[in-house]
Structure formats: structure tokens, C-alpha cells
């Protein structure tokens, strides 16, 4: 009786995730995946075979556009953990009590309004007859309007605004759970700044690190509004793509294809960026 | 330039904004000792300790170690190393790169500082541990490699923070001998603070009793247990009967006291400037008091009197005996000899006792 009603138990908290996974996560991709799997012969006659993924690689368009999407995503990550950092630290170390809530709250304050409306306040800002075209001209440093929108720096720096929670909130659990006397102990057997740095706190906070890198870098290679919306017409992201395969072209096998190879390629990107600073999942999730 | 003390405080002080946590110590620690600092639970020993780290500014005074002014010294650059309350090894690293943690820092090359890191693991006695994981030692064992990360950098002073308090009973034991071991081994100058009498009063040469900011009295082990100069020296270290008196008469530093339950006393002034009227504070050790059978034997003590035995503490050779006095039914504690003479004392059963004036040392009650 007891082991039955501890798997009914079990079974019941299990359900909501497991259906979850399966009717909006597995359900869908099964499907996408036999709609990539069925080429175009002819007006309404299919056939089945791996047609679609070979145009990926064939025309020069596609993989382009994945290999710039795939890096820009990569520099964003390194530009959040850069700037995301020393915020973290910041909060973690160097503040107690209300002011660090505080603090923490303001990451989070750009998160209550949606994200088209976050990425119109950058057009505001940014475009040609916007606050920072404007005020450099009041300035004097520029002579006429500047179209600051539309460029890989806008699209850099709107990924950049987006994703920055999602790597400072990984990082400051990380580090407060960074105990300060080791890096008092640090500093008391002689170690700058710097090695300290080196060789304690970033060992130590590389668990949130990693999870923060990871997060970020998919969300920024799976991101949609904000590359169309601050790099244009122009802007050649992946998602871009796949989204005009199954809207504009109406080719639901293209796009369907182009889905599953976002997926593949960045779970290899991932994979391989893990193998390459020696880090592993499970090192990551177990703490 | 042999007597140039290693470390040298001169009314160091430490303020927190309306606190005043350390307040205008001065004490020096000659080369190669062991000098403790002794004192209750927030009296400012770990504040002290970290001043003389460089962890933290003193409000005013001044600090020298091998007579050099350290108090513009940044912590990494101070030549003293300092063993954590909670030893504060990086997990990050195994035990061979927390020893040479220091030495790389110094630029010193792989090879030395491998020989360097086998040899002072070695004298700590635990050889060949270097590629093992923080995780994989004992508590005792981490105890060591904490002070052998500090000691193969070779300061001036090791300091240590309570480094005990994390271990059970039985460990401290054994770790008290094996600090005094490795403390006399190293010829290292050590600053130890701890709260807990024992270790201070085994290991050390020199100890400073601490109490809310100030060092009450410094001195040997010795020193303090057997003159001790203020009412809470005597009431910390070491074991004490306690009695609140009145002076009823002094005739120098013989004093005669009259107890708030009505007992007559005999007693020293240990602290001076005691006069007939003035509240005092008295104090007898357990071992001063002698046990008799007969009353003959104690009548000659100057304080004596009889008691009912009301418990026997049987603890080896720290037995004790909770006796109350027949007179007034005060409770005394006394010290069971070692001898086994009154080994079948029971409960209720009536023994004559006594001390001598000199062991009943006085001072002026606080407050
Ligand atoms: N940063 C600080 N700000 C304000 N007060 C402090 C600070 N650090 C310590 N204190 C106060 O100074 C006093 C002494 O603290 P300290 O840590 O030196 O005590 P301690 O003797 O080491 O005690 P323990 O044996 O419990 O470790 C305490 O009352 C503490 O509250
Ligand atoms: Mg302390």
C-alpha cells in the first residue's frame, strides 16, 4: 500500500513538468522534425530525406547567417560577463543589508516592462532624431543627425541589456556563498588583487559562471525582437530566418529544418565551449 | 638588536562608530614566544588580532614588528601570516597548491617551491598529502596544513584565531601539544588568542587576559593563576570559591572581612587600597583549601570551619567536593586530594576545612 501511494505520489508531482515536456516541448518538435524531414519534389508530392538540411549547407546565405548570428551571440556573452561581473561582485562583496537588496532590485526593475517595450526605449534613444543623436549634437562633437540604429552595435547593445540579469543573478549567489576569509587569506599570504582574483574568486564563482554564459548565449541566439528591431532589415539573424522561411515563404520544411539545426549547433557550440575550459555540466548543476 | 621585541603594540586602539572595541593596548612579544591572548567572547581579541594583520586601521596607536612602524604596510606586503578561526583553506585547490599558495606569490620557481612545500608538510607530519583534496583530510590534519601554508613563508608572526574552536574535545587535547610542538620546532614567534583558559595556560609563555578592550594583566601562566591583579583575572583563570564582603578591619594588606551571609574571613589585599567599610570581592582557589577529619588539623588556618558534604564530582584527578558550611549553609567547592584519604566520603557526611589568609585574595568589589 505505502510503496503504491509513494509512486501515485510521486507519479502526481511528476505530472505537471511531464506534461509540460511532453505536449509543449517533445509533441511540437517531433512534429517540426518529421515536417523537416519531408522535401518538395513537386506541386503537393513529398518526399522523405534529410533534402532540407543539405540547403543549409550548401547555400553560403544560410551559414553565413548562422556563423554571424552564432558569433555575435558569443561576444555578447563575453560583453555581459565582463560588465556583469564587477556588478555582481559588487553586490555580493560589497554591500549588506538593505542597499544590496536594493541594488538587486534595480537588475530587476527593466524586467517589469515587456521586452518590446525595453527595445522601443532603445530605438527612442538610439535613432536619428533620438535623445543621444541630439545630445551629441547640443554637444557640438557631431554636426548633424547620426543614425545610431540599425548597426551590429545596436543589436549588441540591446542583447547585451536583455541578457544582463540573467548572468548578475547566477553570479551573486555564487559569490556570496564565497566565504570572505578566504580571500582575506588571500591577501594575508601575500597575493595582489589581481591573483586573488585569478586564482580564488573566479575559480570559485565559475559554476555561476558557467550557467550564466550558457543562458545568455541562448537566449541571445534564440532572440528575435531585439536583433530585428535595433539592427533592421539587415540585421541577418538566424531567427530572422527561420521566422521568413515559415511566414513570408511559407516553407514550413526549410524553417522546420532551420529550427532543428539552431537547436544542434548550439548545443555543440555550447558543448564544445564547456570541453574547451575544461568545465562540465554536471560540475555546474551539482553546486 | 637581540632585544628588538618581534611585535610591538603601543596604545592601539579601535573605534566603531560610538564603540570602542580595542582601547590603548600596549604589549610587547619578545622573539621566538608563545604569547596568548586570553579573554571572554567579544572583548575585542579578533579585532586586535586583525589590526596587527592589517585587516583592519586602528583608530590611533601605533604597531612595530621587528621594530619597523607596519601601520602603512597593506596586509599582503605585512610579514606576519595569520591562521584563520575557521582555517579558511581554498577548496579550490589541492593541499600541495594551498602550502605554496604564498610562495608563488613571491615568484619563487616550481621545483623550489615543490621541494619547499614537501619539506614544511614533512615537519607538520603529514608527507605526501600534496596532491590530496582539501576535502579528503581530518580536522586535525587541515588544522596542520593551515599552518603549514603559513609557516613555509617563514613571518615574523603567526597569528592564529581561536584555531581550535572548530575541533572536538578530544582533538583540542592532542592539537594543544602539537602547537607548542610545532611552535618551539619553528622558532616562530606565535600571537594565539582564544577564550578557552586551558590552551592558553599550557601552551604559552606570556599571556594577556583581555577584557572589554583592555588587557587586564599580562603575564606566565603562573602569574595569573597564583597573583592575579584584578578581580576578573582571578575570576577567569582557573578555577574559584567567590564571596561578596565587607572590610571590617585591615592592618596593611591583612584584611578581615565580614561576607554578606555573616562568615568572618581572613584575607590579603591582592589589589591594594582596600579600607575597613569598602565592598570587596574575594576570592579562594579549590586546591588552597585543606580537608580534615579532625577539626584540630584546620584550626590553625585562620579561616576554618566545618561543612556537610552536599556532593562528591568525581573526575580522576580534577575530583571535587561541594561541601556546605554547617554554620551558614554557604556552598564551597573543594579540591579532592589526590592521595585517596578520603576516597569513602559520602554524601551528609561532616569534614573540617580551612585555608590560610594568604590563598584569600581581595579586591575592591566593581561598581
Ligand atoms: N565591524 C564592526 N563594526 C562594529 N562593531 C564591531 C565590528 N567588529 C567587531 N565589532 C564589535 O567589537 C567587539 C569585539 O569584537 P571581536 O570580534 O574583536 O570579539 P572577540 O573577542 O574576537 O569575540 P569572540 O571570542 O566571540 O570571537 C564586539 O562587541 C563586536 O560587536
Ligand atoms: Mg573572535
Given amino acids: 500500500m505505502s510503496k503504491d501511494g509513494s509512486?501515485?505520489?510521486?507519479?502526481?508531482?511528476?505530472?505537471?513538468?511531464?506534461?509540460?515536456?511532453?505536449?509543449?516541448?517533445?509533441l511540437p518538435h517531433i512534429g517540426l522534425f518529421v515536417v523537416s524531414l519531408s522535401e518538395k519534389v513537386g506541386v503537393r508530392t513529398y518526399e522523405t530525406g534529410f533534402g532540407n538540411y543539405a540547403v543549409f549547407f550548401t547555400e553560403?546565405?544560410?551559414?553565413?547567417?548562422?556563423?554571424?548570428?552564432?558569433?555575435?551571440?558569443?561576444?555578447?556573452?563575453?560583453?555581459?560577463l565582463l560588465i556583469g561581473f564587477p556588478v555582481a561582485y559588487y553586490i555580493a562583496k560589497l554591500?549588506?543589508?538593505?542597499?544590496?537588496?536594493?541594488?538587486?532590485?534595480?537588475?530587476?526593475?527593466?524586467?517589469?516592462?515587456?521586452?518590446?517595450?525595453?527595445?522601443?526605449?532603445?530605438?527612442?534613444?538610439?535613432?536619428?532624431?533620438?535623445?543621444?543623436?541630439?545630445?551629441?549634437?547640443?554637444?557640438?562633437?557631431?554636426?548633424?543627425?547620426?543614425?545610431?540604429?540599425?548597426?551590429?552595435?545596436?543589436?549588441?547593445?540591446?542583447?547585451?541589456?536583455?541578457?544582463?540579469?540573467?548572468?548578475?543573478v547566477p553570479l551573486v549567489t555564487t559569490l556570496d556563498s564565497l566565504d570572505d576569509s578566504l580571500i582575506e587569506?588571500?591577501?594575508?599570504?601575500?597575493?595582489?588583487?589581481?591573483?586573488?582574483?585569478?586564482?580564488?574568486?573566479?575559480?570559485?564563482?565559475?559554476?555561476?559562471?558557467?550557467?550564466?554564459?550558457?543562458?545568455?548565449?541562448?537566449?541571445?541566439?534564440?532572440?528575435?525582437?531585439?536583433?530585428?528591431?535595433?539592427?533592421?532589415?539587415?540585421?541577418?539573424?538566424?531567427?530572422?530566418?527561420?521566422?521568413?522561411?515559415?511566414?513570408?515563404?511559407?516553407?514550413?520544411?526549410?524553417g522546420s529544418a532551420f529550427g532543428f539545426l539552431l537547436l544542434g549547433l548550439s548545443s555543440v557550440i555550447v558543448f564544445a565551449a564547456l570541453k574547451l575550459t575544461g568545465q562540465s555540466l554536471g560540475k555546474t548543476m551539482g553546486r | 638588536m637581540t632585544d628588538v621585541p618581534d611585535l610591538e603594540c603601543r596604545a592601539l586602539s579601535k573605534r566603531f562608530d560610538s564603540f570602542e572595541a580595542v582601547k590603548a593596548i600596549s604589549f610587547e612579544v619578545?622573539?621566538?614566544?608563545?604569547f596568548s591572548i586570553l579573554g571572554p567572547s567579544g572583548c575585542g581579541k579578533t579585532t586586535l588580532l586583525r589590526m596587527i594583520a592589517g585587516f583592519q586601521a586602528p583608530t590611533s596607536g601605533d604597531l612595530r614588528i621587528k621594530g619597523r612602524s607596519v601601520l602603512d604596510v597593506p596586509p599582503n606586503k605585512r610579514p606576519v601570516s595569520m591562521v584563520f578561526q575557521h582555517l579558511a583553506l581554498f577548496p579550490m585547490m589541492n593541499i600541495g597548491a594551498n602550502v605554496g599558495f604564498g610562495l608563488r606569490q613571491r615568484g619563487v620557481g616550481k621545483a623550489q617551491i615543490k621541494a619547499q612545500v614537501d619539506r614544511v608538510l614533512e615537519r607538520v607530519g603529514l608527507a605526501g598529502v600534496a596532491d590530496r583534496s582539501v576535502d579528503s583530510l581530518s580536522g586535525g590534519q587541515k588544522q596542520r596544513v593551515a599552518i603549514a601554508r603559513c609557516m613555509v613563508l617563514e613571518p615574523d608572526v603567526l597569528l592564529l584565531d581561536e584555531p581550535l574552536g572548530a575541533l572536538d574535545l578530544k582533538l583540542?587535547?592532542?592539537?594543544?601539544?602539537?602547537?607548542?610542538?610545532?611552535?618551539?620546532?619553528?622558532?616562530?614567534?606565535?600571537?594565539?588568542?582564544?577564550?578557552?583558559?586551558?590552551?592558553?595556560?599550557?601552551?604559552?609563555?606570556?599571556?594577556?587576559?583581555?577584557?572589554?578592550?583592555?588587557?587586564?594583566?599580562?603575564?606566565?601562566?603562573?602569574?595569573?593563576?597564583?597573583?592575579?591583579?584584578?578581580?576578573?583575572?582571578?575570576?577567569?583563570?582557573?578555577?574559584?570559591?567567590k564571596y561578596r564582603a565587607k572590610v571590617s578591619r585591615a592592618n596593611g594588606k591583612q584584611l578581615e572581612l565580614l561576607t554578606e551571609d555573616g562568615i568572618a574571613l581572613h584575607g590579603l589585599d591582592a589589589g591594594g587600597g582596600l579600607r575597613p567599610g569598602d565592598a570587596a570581592q574575594v576570592f579562594v582557589r579549590p586546591e588552597a583549601i585543606r580537608l580534615s577529619r579532625r577539626a584540630a588539623d584546620t584550626q590553625d588556618l585562620g579561616n576554618a570551619s566545618a561543612g556537610v558534604v552536599d556532593s562528591v564530582l568525581f573526575n580522576g584527578a580534577n575530583s571535587q567536593l561541594i561541601l556546605r558550611d554547617a554554620a551558614n549553609g554557604a556552598e564551597i567547592s573543594v579540591a579532592l586530594p589526590q592521595t585517596g584519604a578520603f576516597r569513602d566520603l559520602n554524601k551528609g557526611d561532616t569534614v573540617y576545612f580551612g585555608w590560610e589568609p594568604e590563598q584569600t585574595r581581595c579586591y575592591r568589589a566593581e561598581g
Avoid at chain 1, 553560403?60 to 555581459?80: E, G
Wanted: neutral net charge; charged residues 15%.
Fill in chain 1, 7 to 26: 509512486r501515485l505520489g510521486l507519479i502526481l508531482l511528476m505530472a505537471p513538468l511531464l506534461l509540460w515536456l511532453v505536449t509543449l516541448i517533445i
Fill in chain 2, 172 to 241: 583540542r587535547e592532542h592539537m594543544k601539544i602539537e602547537l607548542k610542538r610545532l611552535q618551539s620546532e619553528f622558532n616562530t614567534t606565535f600571537v594565539y588568542i582564544t577564550h578557552d583558559q586551558s590552551e592558553a595556560l599550557v601552551m604559552s609563555d606570556q599571556i594577556a587576559v583581555m577584557n572589554r578592550g583592555v588587557f587586564e594583566q599580562i603575564g606566565t601562566a603562573k602569574e595569573l593563576y597564583y597573583e592575579p591583579k584584578t578581580a576578573f583575572v582571578a575570576g577567569f583563570v582557573g578555577e574559584a570559591n
Fill in chain 1, 60 to 80: 553560403p546565405l544560410y551559414w553565413n547567417t548562422f556563423a554571424r548570428t552564432a558569433y555575435m551571440s558569443i561576444m555578447a556573452t563575453a560583453l555581459t
Fill in chain 1, 95 to 168: 554591500t549588506r543589508g538593505r542597499s544590496k537588496t536594493t541594488l538587486f532590485l534595480m537588475c530587476l526593475i527593466p524586467f517589469w516592462v515587456s521586452e518590446l517595450v525595453r527595445t522601443f526605449g532603445w530605438m527612442i534613444l538610439l535613432r536619428e532624431t533620438g535623445v543621444l543623436s541630439s545630445f551629441l549634437q547640443y554637444l557640438g562633437v557631431i554636426n548633424g543627425p547620426v543614425e545610431f540604429l540599425y548597426n551590429d552595435f545596436a543589436i549588441m547593445t540591446g542583447l547585451v541589456y536583455t541578457s544582463m540579469l540573467f548572468m548578475v
Fill in chain 1, 185 to 254: 587569506a588571500g591577501y594575508d599570504l601575500g597575493a595582489s588583487s589581481l591573483s586573488i582574483l585569478r586564482e580564488i574568486i573566479i575559480p570559485h564563482a565559475m559554476p555561476g559562471i558557467v550557467s550564466g554564459c550558457i543562458v545568455v548565449f541562448m537566449l541571445s541566439l534564440g532572440n528575435y525582437l531585439t536583433p530585428i528591431l535595433l539592427g533592421g532589415k539587415d540585421s541577418l539573424w538566424f531567427t530572422g530566418l527561420i521566422y521568413s522561411q515559415f511566414i513570408t515563404r511559407f516553407n514550413w520544411e526549410l
Fill in chain 2, 30 to 34: 619578545p622573539k621566538g614566544s608563545f
